[in-house]
């Protein structure tokens, strides 16, 4: 994990929402000054609750929306500053899969043409054939029997269908995936099939990924960094293993104690930090700190000036004014 | 005396014009009063169409046959009527989308007031008092004020929060959740089973909880069956099962789940294969296609669910898991 293939600096991503009176706008800050970096090889999990803005911000990194402020630098490029077919040769090694996989796939396709259509855009001189054995070989890789290539996706099932999504992505022998949800629709024993696949392919092709997920059990198992978001600002960054064991930010800690463990022993034995109230809306979020209406730790400073985003130590990063003073306990109910 | 409910060899089948889809076969239960039972199962099977198929609920193509017994009291296919003194009064159910359950175009007081207008003969100022105590009682702040708002002006937590108050109305027997927090986030997901876990205690109700998610089991009941294609495969008190499933299914499943409080380096223990197809199943064993154990005799016959403690009961063949 020696080259850096992905800086991001300070991104925002702001939508402008008719209020639907005279032409008026609120804005939404769908992603709020998040900076993080990748590199080769490595996985990155985005966590975070509905309407955190995770999935906005993989799609800003892959400018599927265009950002409002910051920049992302793939390999020393910022892509912000690439014109429209530079950018296009750059998309064949960063790719994307998506949390529904019917829902992503062209019914009218068969799999094989959903298969080969990025091979088809990005290497136009390559040959009938050619295109064929390329779509055998990434298909058999990610489990799916060569013989369904003439297929359409309303024959398979969603692991099925999400294989043919993960082998679109990886046709191209992308640097870069961005998994959105990649197992949120899928039964618990298929969701462990997908998650399988992904780390098998990150291992045999050097994939960097950015794994986004609500759910911080599979983004623990498959990621070797987390990103904490909340209500679209970056609440910690750390190595799985420190995020975990010790979990500096309110939020992380509330959020890693309401994980329901499957053993029966643990939950009783856990502690849970039930945080008062609900996500506030992205419209309206609260001045300051945009956790301090459900932080058990808020103070009035809280609600007056938004934390910096602070190193905790080398590689760990927290944005809460009060984290020196709080105590560094181990979350409950992991001991 | 007799159990609170007791199903026993409960069938469900549905008529489609492809041929017909057996969402459940030969399903016997039981649940003491005050118990809470946990149901796990995958999408398809058979797990609400269970207790759709208790209170009558089944989609018109379907058919439910066998025995249900509440108090003593067969309560399958009964006449809408007979069985409207029961469900909604005895036997309370809440699910998993709280907003498709409430009606959208009626206050909360409309839609609580009804059910104690109708069951229990209160007039409107006292059912509008006591809603109002159950909207406190479930969390909900300043419950006098937002028992006149609509169900869009409150959260997803909340509508869920709402939907138990009215579910305990009439101060159930027995609640039945269908997947009561797959809709929401993590965080509010605890709430929501903080409460229940608080109502239970407070009430002494029995509970029926299905989810998908071993871990919410884990923490809400004391006893847990596995479904998997229709079939209960195993059941078992939640510490026995997981800390020795007895079933290959029941293993799997706790394998392909990735742990927030293990590492586990390597690959999570998927279970390979799809889950069946509900008008094609297997003869035999239902789960012998993607199972790693299956021999012979799995092929041919189908396992009984059996007693193999007296707690414990599994629909496998082998006698031991290697």
Redesign the interface.
Known sequence: MSEQLLRVEDLSVHFALPTGFLGGHRPLKAVDGVSFTLAAGETLGIVG??GCGKSTLGRAILRLIEPTAGRVVWQGQPLGALAADALRGLRRDLQIVFQDPLAALDPRMTIGEIIAEPLVTHEPALGRAAIRARVEAIMAETGLLPQLINRYPHEF?G??CQRVGIARAMILQPKLIVCDEPVSAL???????I??LL??LQASHGLAMLFIS?????V??VSHRILVLYLGRLMELAEC?DL?AAPRHPYTQ???????????????RKR?I??TG??PSPLDPPSGCVFRT?CPHARPICAEQIPRIEPVRFGHSIACHRWQELPATPPA??A | MPPLLAVQGLGIRFATPDGEVVAADQVDLTLAAGESLGIVG??GSGKTQLVLAMLGLLAKNGRATGSVRFQGEEILNLPAAALNRVRGVKIAMIFQDPMTSLNPYLKIRRQMTEVLVAHRGLDEPAARARCIALLEQVGIPDAARRIELYPHEF????RQRVMIAIALLCQPDLLIADEPTTAL???????I??LLARLRAELGMALLLIT????????ACERVAVMYGGRIVEEAP??AL?AAPAHPYSR??????????L??PG??????G??PNLQALPAGCVYRPRCTFAFERCRSERPDLRAMLPDRRKACHLEHLP
């Open positions: 609750e509905s099932s692991g099925q039964d618990v024993s298929i969701q462990a099939q998650v399988n780390m098998r609500h759910d911080l059990a599979v623990r198992h293993h975990l509330a959020l890693i104690s309401a994980v329901p463990i499957p053993d029966p022993a643990r939950e009783r849970r039930v945080l609900e996500l459900r109910a992991l | 995958e999408s959260s997803g937590g909340m986030d993590v965080t509010v997901q605890a709430q089973l903080d998908h998610d071993l871990g919410v089991i884990a923490g939640i510490d997981f799997g499943l706790l394998g392909s789940m990735p742990r927030l409080d590492a586990q690959e999570l223990a998927a279970i390979p799809q889950p």
